[in-house]
Structure formats: C-alpha cells, structure tokens
C-alpha cells in the first residue's frame, strides 16, 4: 500500500487490485481455452412450420402475454380490435415507417424521433413489428429495423402491440442470431416485463409494458 501526498496511507482502488491478481494469477502467457460449440445451431423444423407457430404461442401465452392468429389482410382489424379493448381507443405511437393501414381508424402518433420519455408514457400503447422470433424460447426480437423505431418505442408504453409474421418464426435461438446484425440496437422481449422482489412477489411493468399482445400473421 502506497502513501498518499498527506503521509498517510492510500486506500487502493478496488478494482486495480483484483486486476492486478487476476493478472498475477494467469501468468504472462494465459492459456488459450478452447470454446465448445457442439450446440444445435437449427431445429428440426423450417421458419413459419405449424409446429412453431404453436409453440411460440404456447411459451408467449405461458409467460402472460396474448396472441390473435391473423391473416395479412386481418391484421388491420385484428390491430384495430386490439387497441380498442386494451387502449380504449387512445392515442398510440408508432414506428415513422409501420404500415399505414396497420393502424387505420386509431388515433396515431407517428415517432419522429424528438419524443421524450414522459412524451411517451403519455401515450395509451404502441405498434410495432419484429425482425425474429424464437418458438423454444417464446422470445421476440426488435432490431430498430423496418416497422420497429427506436428502442424506447417499446419500452416505455405500458401497452405493446407487435405484429410477427410466420417466416419470422424459428426454432433455436442460434437461427435467431444469424438473422441478425449485431451492431444494431437489438431488444429480446420475453413476454410482458416483470420481476419479484426477494419474497418473490411478481411486479409488471417496472422495464418494460405491462401488457404484451402478440399479433401472429398465419397467412
């Protein structure tokens, strides 16, 4: 332990002295460890198959959040049902580039981009789409890319409304992955956002939207 200008002995930085181990501790030449990777990297089942489609609702409906099958031509409906029973026909956000019909009839703010986080709260939900989803895991990815906006989109509404389309749908987290672009702001959403406490209380809405609802586009 050093002096400090004054005389009297430094406190060292904590985090100085555990690198300073770990470095003692691994030598002047670590050895290289070598990573296994005889993990799946597919499924059994190509994107969009049947079988996905219900197990993605299964694990969706399982960690509380709702999902309508839809066809292309029903989403504007399917959305429009949604948001009058879940928003009471408020005002919603939405990504600059969601598709207009999407959201015919609701009352809409579109994202440009200046909105603040109280702007956003305000708001009754959002819509937006996906870049992937992963059956096993009941996850669904958000990459800011087409119909999707900015990150905090879907993290301050207390509502989210997302259209997944069928080929979006894979088995394994790993396709997942290679369909992504890892530099992009990328958000993992597994069901609505929720947490406990230490007595394990379950608390909603503290990360994220307390409401989840899943549109899944079949056709």
């Known amino acids: ?13 904590a985090r100085s002295e555990v690198m300073a181990r ?23 089942h190509r994107p969009g198959a049947a079988e996905l489609l219900d197990l993605l609702q299964d694990r969706l409906v399982d960690y509380k959040a709702g999902v309508t099958r839809s066809t292309a031509d029903q989403v504007p409906a399917t959305v429009g049902g949604l948001l009058e029973r879940l928003a009471g026909g408020g005002r919603v956000v939405v990504p600059p580039d969601l598709p207009g019909d999407w959201t015919a009839g609701a009352d809409v703010l579109r994202d440009d981009g200046a909105l603040t ?8 939900g959002v819509v937006t789409a996906c870049a992937v989803a992963v059956a096993e895991t009941g996850t669904i990815v958000l990459d800011a890319g087409s119909g999707q906006g900015r990150r905090a989109l879907s993290l301050v509404p207390d509502l989210h409304v997302c259209v997944v389309r069928a080929d979006q749908v894979v088995q394994t987290v790993p396709e997942a992955v290679a369909r992504l672009e890892p530099r992009r702001p990328l958000t993992w959403i597994s069901g609505p956002s929720a947490t406990s406490d230490i007595e394990l209380n379950r608390v909603e809405g503290v990360h994220g939207p307390r409401t989840l609802e899943v549109v899944l586009v079949t056709g």
């Open 1 to 13: 332990m050093s002096a400090a200008a004054d005389g009297t002995a430094a406190v060292p930085d």
């Open 22 to 44: 770990i470095r003692s501790a691994l030598g002047e030449h670590p050895p290289v460890v070598e990573v296994t990777r005889g993990y799946r990297t597919s499924g059994e």
């Open 117 to 124: 986080s109280a702007e956003l709260d305000r708001v009754a």
